[in-house]
């Protein structure tokens, strides 16, 4: 992976190819994650850039070590103390729909502060002279979270000035897998909120951070529906879709996700993206070694109820890392009391009825099988 300093007028530019994925990553033994090899240029450009604008008081808190404790039960819920964020972040945007167009007047990435930007990001072709092996089509442009949720947290905007809506897009998708291939690190993990999914901006954009905890959703079992096209059901809770790839089929992979969220926003359904390492697709226990290693991305997609308006109080707001099994806590008190049986309830109020959920499985993969 090359990399070009910036000037005064142009942020840092990370210029990468499929080269740089790492595809040897294994979770070590027991709940905490570690690198499997030396960090990545992605990770260390991150992690550093990060780090200076949260000493710089860029940011509305400053992030410590989160008070975190795992919830007894099958599904390992991490649970985590994160008071500020949700007394300090930005007020949501009002959301009435899943197809919500941009409006520029209220707030959007072209308005922050210039120094949040960590990067750019810009995929090489393999071969050629240096100018010729760019991809000039779209740009992602990765900043900080001002409201951080964990250590790393950033934002993955696609060509800010073009003013996307919160819908996803292919790009989108393809460089958020890539962006967890580019990193050695395990638990770096991307995500995507719809509108009417605690989407809280407008704005085109993919959320990046670093949870150092293994999830349940790395290695749940799951079901083929579409296999080819690399497109399985989830055997446990909470019910939704899974993709995985592998370095070789991003672009296919891809594609097909697109197709499912370009479906549900047709059909006005709101949706929750989670992508990760993981393990392969299976529809059992896999041996020890298959079990650890996460040489692959597994992409969940969630459909789920619409919610609109003022964001409902809970104990935690039931997003992207919430399905996956990561759980911000607002307060101290459903922090230090809430168990397993409760989480799970408070997620199924925001799922599909399975009737509806059925229904939708049998659309998606007849029209992933048709195109």
Known sequence: ????????????????????????????????????????????????????????????????????????????????????????????????????????????FNKINPEEVLFEMIKGVEGGNEKGQLHELCRMVVLVNVSPLEFGHCLFVPEPSRCFPQVMTSFAIRVGIESVLLSSDPGFRVGFNSLGAFASVNHLHLHGYYLDHELKIESMPVKPLVPERGFYGLLDVPAGFLFYTESERVEKVAEAICQVTDFLVAGNIAHNLFMTRGCPPCDRARNEKGHCSRNGVRIAVWPRTSSFGAKEESAFNVALCELAGHLPFKNKKDYEFICEKDVTDIIQRYLLPDPQFHTLEQQLTRHLMDL
């Open 1 to 108: 992976m090359s990399k070009q300093k910036a000037d005064a007028t142009m942020p840092l530019q990370l210029v990468y190819s499929n080269q740089d994925f790492v595809a040897d990553v294994h979770r070590s033994s027991g709940s905490r994650l570690g690198f499997a090899s030396p960090a990545t240029r992605f990770d260390t450009t991150i992690r550093a850039g990060w780090t200076d604008r949260m000493n710089r008081g860029l940011f509305r808190y400053h992030l410590g070590d989160l008070q975190t404790r795992i919830l007894p039960g099958p599904y390992g819920y991490v649970a985590q103390l994160n008071i500020q964020r949700g007394v300090e972040r930005r007020k949501p945007q009002e959301i009435l729909s899943i197809q919500q167009e941009f409006n520029g007047k209220h707030f959007n």
